[in-house]
């Protein structure tokens, strides 16, 4: 195995790359092109819009995010592992269970946060640290 | 020099025969869930309607393409490219059939094979989701922005699904290059039973669910929930370039029925028999029939489930498919360990 391998990817890179950009460009030049305010507003279904694209969304995505990296790399670990699983034996799939063991207490405590649901309304989310200040206030 | 021919050759007729899977994909989609829904289909352009997609792409090639005032055009340029790129490259490392000897020189058909096709794949499928992100972000409108940070979460949820799904994989073939997956699929267990990965019945199932997931198919097509926003990620894009966020995601599903064949169906692995030219051509045949069938499977599961909605597509992936996987890594690795090892005391 050798970088020869890869020229076949470079050569399908370059074909997809070529034919996307001559075909968007072929097609630029022959459709129409007859730009109109209204045709060019951002889509609002038919009304005018009254809201610029939210600058932020909700922090829920980015959590979605970083776990993603987490699980992921773990993903590749057990990869490197399971290919050469053979030589390791025993001593090996211990080792592994105890990583995966771990990374399971991972998500379980993730999970009892609550990082994984959605929807949750403010209110019930945070019930306990809202609470308590009012009660000390009555 | 051979070699880059060769490789060009491959390159092409990957290209070619992805081209004209798409036609004939989007064609029998339609077909199929309008008889499942009572309805003829597309039946006008050439016979039983085949030409539909052909038509449809010409048509869609002379339509205006405009972009939104408020686009950043690069990158609003860049994003169908980018889609379309990554899912022609993942076709690269798949093997459609036996290698084949003619004149005295064997060819494999695949047009390259890696070491490391697992991770490849899992790599190049996942820059997909720069496409889809960087499609809704730069069309400066809500609608693409919403759709797109949503297809994103779902597409890296699931890919972890995917990813662990293949891990009892790798652990029984012990390798990691698609060929050589195929490869130690091709015996029979006791009882004449072909020896496919399908064994590992959990892993097949996590992988075709967080399949139709990677390739935002229903019941997980949120991103296109037309009742809540709209188009989704490419609600601002139209003509050829909206043609090429299409044209990838039906290449996205045959790869990923291509995928599930050979991970878990034996890949080209069937019956040969006949004159040796027929002999040469039915691995083909068989990998071209299990694909289908995946791919049918997808068609069908669209007709016939409704979509989910967004909390119960990430909870469903982080609160299940997720440990279930976890779990049966586990299973599975005590199992192989058993079967190879002995049992640890022993």
Known sequence: MTLADYLPIALMALLGLGFSVVTLWLSWKLAPNRPTAEKLAPYECGIVPLQEPAERFPVKFYLVAMLFVIFDVEIVFLFAWAVRMDEFG?????????????????????WKRGALDWNVPYRRRYRRVVAEPLEEAA | MTGVLLAAVKVAVAFGFLMGTVIVLVWAERRIVAFMQNRHGPNRAGPAGILQ?????????????????????????????????????????????????IGGVTYTLQVTDLDVGVLYVLAVSSLGVYAVTL???????????????RAAAQMISYEAALGLALV?????????SLAEIVEAQGGTFGGGLPAWNLVLVPSFVIFLIAGFAETNRAPF??????????????TEYSGMRFAFFFLAEYINV????????????????????????????????????????????????????????????????WKRL???????????MVAIGVRRFGLPWA
């Open chain 2, 322 to 332: 997720i440990p279930v996987s976890l779990v049966w890594i586990f299973l599975s």
């Open chain 2, 254 to 317: 045959f790869n990923m029925a291509a995928l599930t064949t050979v991970f878990f169906l034996g890949g080209w692995h069937g019956p040969r028999f006949g004159p040796p030219a027929v002999e040469m051509a039915l691995p083909v045949v068989w990998f071209l029939a299990k694909t289908w069938a995946i791919v049918f499977l997808f068609i069908w599961v669209r007709a016939t489930l409704p979509r989910v909605r967004y909390d119960q597509l990430m909870a469903f992936g």
């Open chain 2, 221 to 234: 097509d949120l991103v296109e929930a037309e009742q809540e926003i709209v188009g989704g990620y490419h």
């Open chain 1, 90 to 110: 025993w001593a090996g799939i211990a080792a592994v269970g105890l990583f995966m063991a771990l990374l399971g207490e991972t998500l379980a405590y993730v």
């Open chain 2, 53 to 101: 997609t052909a038509a449809d792409g010409l048509k869609l090639f002379f339509k205006e393409s405009m972009t939104p005032r408020k686009a950043e055009f690069a990158l609003y340029i860049a994003a169908p490219v980018l889609a379309v790129v990554p899912a022609l490259l993942v076709f690269a490392v798949i093997p459609v059939g036996a290698p084949i000897t």
């Open chain 2, 168 to 176: 009892p994989v790798i652990m029984f073939t012990g390798t990691t």
């Open chain 2, 135 to 149: 499609a809704g972000w730069s069309s400066g409108s809500k609608y693409p922005l919403l759709g797109s940070v």
